[in-house]
């Protein structure tokens, strides 16, 4: 392989788009979602606990200008020579007037540091007229936009209780790479009522949309969430991995995912007091460095067994 690493990852990627290192900021600007104010739906998905993926200087009460300045604070003191991309993280982040949502990311991009704008968001909350904006925008900008896609098959949609089908992924990401906006996908292996080959199968079929990068997540059952009470009734639903279990999972996946999709990440990690299993005793990083080394033992890379 001419990679020095056996996957595409997402320092390589911004390395190729910027002369200098850039980092997320997050940000709260105070969304919610159609599946939790009764629009598609009341309660949110049954795994969904926004506390676990929030920092601590992200509250929705602070003003845009006040959480970037905050965020850029916590981490150019290491790296000061730094740029940013404001990630819109918690909740729906489409979802409301465009007006109102482009003048909350062009208030992001005001600070000087800010580069661009990443954007988290259901794929059935993108409006055509907001696409046209963010196409204008990326002229200028780097605009990534995530779209929550979590599983490939419409019964887990339906058991995770998403609101939506994966047909509304499909159309979300296709369209908005036709305008020219870089697009992601989130997905979580190990939900219920799913086999290793519906996860492995799940590779395929988000190779064959025009993907930019990939957020890989492990299940995991977190406190406070209607799947902590289904765990408790029926835990023999839900495939708990070891960390070796999944790290092999990983690897499986990223052989048969397209080989110019960048893999973000291989796994989430939730705030030990929220979380119920699996409880690795892993960080993210310590993770990433398993799954790289069974790919070394293993001799293989993203793409291996990958079919056009």
Not at 87 to 92: D, G, K, N, V
Not at 184 to 190: F, K, Q, R, T
Not at 259 to 284: H, T, Y
């Amino acid at each position: 392989m001419k990679n020095k690493k056996p996957y595409t990852d997402l320092v390589d990627f911004f390395q190729k788009l910027f002369p200098f290192r850039v980092q997320k900021v997050p940000i709260n600007a105070g969304f919610t979602c159609p599946n939790r104010d009764g629009t598609k739906g009341r309660g949110g998905c049954t795994y969904c606990n926004n506390h676990t993926f929030s920092p601590e200087y992200c509250h929705k009460q602070l003003p845009i200008e006040k959480q970037i300045k905050d965020g850029i604070d916590f981490f150019s003191a290491k790296y000061p020579q730094m740029r940013y991309l404001a990630y819109f993280q918690s909740y729906t982040n489409t979802y409301g007037q465009v007006k109102d949502l482009m003048d909350m990311y062009r208030e992001a991009l005001l600070h000087p540091e800010v580069v661009g704008l990443v954007i988290s968001t259901r794929p059935d909350c993108l409006e055509e007229n907001l696409l046209k904006e963010l196409s204008s925008l990326s002229k200028d900008y780097f605009v990534l936009i995530e779209f929550g896609v979590e599983s490939t098959l419409d019964r887990t949609l339906c058991f995770i209780n998403r609101g939506h089908t994966f047909s509304s992924s499909q159309d979300a990401v296709r369209r908005a790479a036709e305008h020219g906006i870089y697009t992601g996908a989130h997905m979580i292996l190990g939900l219920p009522h799913e086999s290793r080959e519906d996860m492995l199968e799940h590779a395929s079929k988000l190779s064959e949309l025009p993907l930019t990068t990939l957020k890989l997540h492990h299940l995991q059952i977190i406190r406070n969430t209607r799947m902590a009470e289904q765990f408790a009734e029926h835990p023999e639903l839900f495939p708990i991995f070891t960390a070796d279990e999944y790290a092999r999972l990983c690897v499986e996946f990223a052989e048969r995912l397209r080989p110019d999709i960048v893999i973000e990440r291989f796994a989430s990690q939730s705030p030990k007091e929220l979380l119920i299993a699996p409880d690795w005793g892993l960080r993210n990083n310590e993770f990433t460095v398993k799954v790289l080394r069974l790919f070394d033992s293993l001799k293989t890379y993203q793409g291996r067994l990958y079919k056009k």
